[in-house]
C-alpha cells in the first residue's frame, strides 16, 4: 500500500518516527508521499527521505491556510526550492475557506500561481479543498489539459462533485473519514471506479475509527483501505495493488 498524504515530518512524530515507520511497514505500507504545509517543514521532509531511503517521498508547496497578506516570501520559496530537489509533487495546494474567508482572493492567486508551476516543472498537484470546492473547481476548468493531474486529498463531498473531479482527469483521495458513521461518502464511492481512488491518512489528522480523536499515522492506512475493500466487494490485496498502481501513475516510479 502507498500512503499518498500524511504529515510525518511534524513534531507530533518527533519522538517515535522510528517505531512510526516500522508500525506502517508492518501493516503493509510501503511508501508515504508528504505533502508540504510551508517552508518551515522542508528540511524536516528531505531528512526524512534521507533517514528512511525509499520510504519517504517530498512534494513542495504553500497551504492555502498558511496565505495572509505576506505570502511572497513562501511563494518564492516554493518557486526556489523546485528546481533544488525531486519533489514527486506541488501540494498541498488550493483554498481554504474553513478557517479564514479574509484571504480569499490571495488564496486564489497563490494556487494559480503554483499550478503554472507544476505544469512549467511537469509534476501533479494535490489539492486542498475545504468549504471551497466550487471555486477551486472553476480555477482548475481555466488550466484543463492532458498535462494538469493529480489529487483531491481529503475528498468529503458528493457524487457530484467526485463526477467532476474525475472529468478534471483527477484522482480521489480517500482517508479516514470514509470509516465515521457520518461520514457519507461511503454511501456512494463504489459508483466511482476504484481505479480513480488513492489511499492516505493525513497523519496525524482524521484518524479512522476506532482510533478517531486520536494522533493518527500511517499504519492505519490499513483500516482504510480494508474499508474500500469492503464497499467494492474485494480483498485487501486487490484493493492495495489497484490503488497502489493508482498512486504510481500520478506519481511516478
Do not use: W
Not at 48 to 61: A, R, T
Not at 79 to 95: L, S, T
Amino acid at each position: 500500500m502507498i500512503d499518498t498524504h500524511t504529515h510525518l515530518y511534524l513534531e507530533h512524530f518527533s519522538e517515535d518516527i522510528t517505531g512510526v515507520v516500522n508500525r506502517a511497514l508492518d501493516a503493509g505500507v510501503e511508501r508515504c508521499y508528504l505533502p508540504s504545509i510551508n517552508s518551515k517543514y522542508n528540511s524536516n521532509m528531505l531528512e526524512l527521505e534521507k533517514k528512511f531511503p525509499g520510504f519517504f517521498y517530498s512534494m513542495i508547496g504553500l497551504h492555502p491556510c498558511y496565505v495572509n497578506d505576506d505570502f511572497d516570501s513562501e511563494l518564492e520559496f516554493v518557486k526556489n526550492k523546485i528546481i533544488e530537489h525531486d519533489y514527486k509533487a506541488v501540494g498541498e495546494i488550493g483554498i481554504d475557506l474553513f478557517h479564514e474567508k479574509k484571504f480569499l482572493n490571495q488564496q486564489i492567486f497563490v494556487f494559480e500561481e503554483q499550478i503554472k508551476l507544476a505544469l512549467e516543472n511537469d509534476l501533479p498537484i494535490v489539492i486542498h479543498s475545504r468549504e471551497s470546492f466550487n471555486e477551486i473547481y472553476e480555477i482548475l476548468k481555466k488550466f484543463k489539459s492532458e498535462n494538469l493531474r493529480g489529487i483531491f486529498h481529503c475528498f468529503t463531498g458528493d457524487l457530484e462533485q467526485a463526477k467532476k473531479i474525475l472529468d478534471l482527469n483527477f484522482y480521489i483521495g480517500i482517508g479516514g473519514v470514509i470509516t465515521f458513521k457520518n461520514g457519507k461518502i461511503a454511501d456512494f464511492l463504489n459508483s466511482i471506479p476504484i481505479e480513480k481512488l488513492v489511499l492516505e491518512t493525513d497523519s496525524p489528522y482524521l484518524a479512522p475509527s476506532p482510533h478517531r480523536g486520536k494522533r493518527n499515522e500511517s499504519s492505519y492506512l490499513k483500516i482504510i483501505a480494508e474499508k474500500i475493500a469492503d464497499l467494492y466487494g474485494l480483498n485487501l490485496d486487490e484493493v492495495s495493488k489497484i490503488t497502489k498502481n493508482n498512486s504510481l501513475n500520478i506519481f511516478g516510479n
